[in-house]
């Protein structure tokens, strides 16, 4: 018999688009699923209408809000399936995407399936051939996850993404990696923490050209919030990849892929919150690399060219601060 595989939604205020995504399960040609749907306390009325699809293999399941990392959390327990396939509550699946990942797992111990990510919008034809794509050079087969994970991360250059959905995952391999940390609850990149634990604990990663999945570009209230409880969040994370990391390797290369990773929070947020830009660089001290890496736009570039890069910071706060004070 084909192996149970489990896909969990959390949702929270989804109710404009989950029945879309959960169809995008529904019709998929393989067979042996459980839909697990967590109600991450939801205001709207995303209950209503899960509860208006009829299928038995929709689970549903509610919780106070809490967050995507508890909610996933608690899919993951209530999960029976041999292999976890994790969904956002606004995106979709292409309908071979289970069977065609299964496929390839099902003879190969301990390896993480991955696929082309497409972007679109609204109502938007699924089938186009010109939907844009994320990152997919970042995308190969590799018998060393280690070397995958560098990549993404930016040791060659450009740091990449991999959505998620992307993935289709052993549960072996995430009880071996650990459930979504609760403590990055606010944190606007927890996926990268949680599938950095994966990919390591992962025997190699194959890739998979027949399927897709399918991303809804929308403005995330999380990913898109300066807020600083979402900022020492970032920070976090960045702090556990970098202890990850290091623990299994220890290179200057590394040490200056890592700091390019604090290098970019501070110019994402050091302008609004300058206790964490000075975290960052403390970091940045500790991996004592040579130089700060460039990062930014032609403008700043000029900037921090000619009064360095804490002084470009520094003065782009004071500029923002008097922005602020005109306005009020």
Request: with cysteine.
């Amino acid at each position: 018999m084909s192996p149970l595989v489990s896909i969990i939604i959390p949702c929270f205020n989804g109710a404009k688009h989950i029945e879309c995504s959960i169809n995008s399960c529904i019709n998929q040609t393989y067979a042996n699923l459980e839909i697990i749907v967590v109600d991450d306390g939801s205001i709207d009325s995303s209950k209503k209408v899960i509860h208006s699809i009829i299928d038995k293999r929709i689970k549903y399941f509610y919780q106070e809000n809490s967050g995507s990392p508890v909610a996933k959390n608690y899919g993951l327990k209530e999960a029976k399936g041999r292999y976890i396939q994790f969904l956002d509550c606004d995106d979709h699946l292409s309908s071979n995407k289970i069977s065609s990942q299964v496929g390839i797992l099902e003879n190969s111990n301990n390896s993480i399936a991955v696929c082309r990510t497409k972007i679109f919008s609204n109502d938007e034809d699924l089938t186009k051939d010109n939907l844009p794509e994320i990152d997919t050079h970042y995308l190969t087969y590799s018998e060393v996850p280690k070397e995958f994970l560098l990549n993404l991360m930016g040791i060659n250059g450009r740091i990449g993404m991999v959505q998620p959905n992307a993935f289709l995952i052993p549960r072996k391999v995430i009880d071996k990696s650990g459930f979504w940390s609760e403590t990055l609850n606010r944190s606007p990149d927890d996926d990268s923490e949680f599938m950095c634990r994966v990919l390591l604990n992962s025997e190699r990663i194959i890739y998979d050209s027949d399927s897709i999945s399918f991303y809804r570009k929308s403005i995330n209230e999380l990913s898109s919030s300066k807020k600083e409880i979402n900022a020492f969040g970032a920070l976090h994370t960045i702090d556990l990849k970098r202890q990850y990391i290091l623990s299994i390797e220890d290179s200057s290369e590394i040490r200056y892929m890592l700091a390019k990773h604090y290098t970019n929070f501070i110019y994402s947020y050091g302008v609004y919150y300058p206790h964490l830009m000075f975290k960052a660089l403390e970091r940045i001290e500790m991996l004592q690399v040579s130089k700060i890496p460039p990062i930014g736009g032609t403008k700043f570039t000029v900037l921090r060219n000619i009064i360095g890069f804490k002084n470009s910071i520094r003065l782009i706060f004071l500029i923002n601060c008097l922005n602020n004070l005109t306005k009020t």
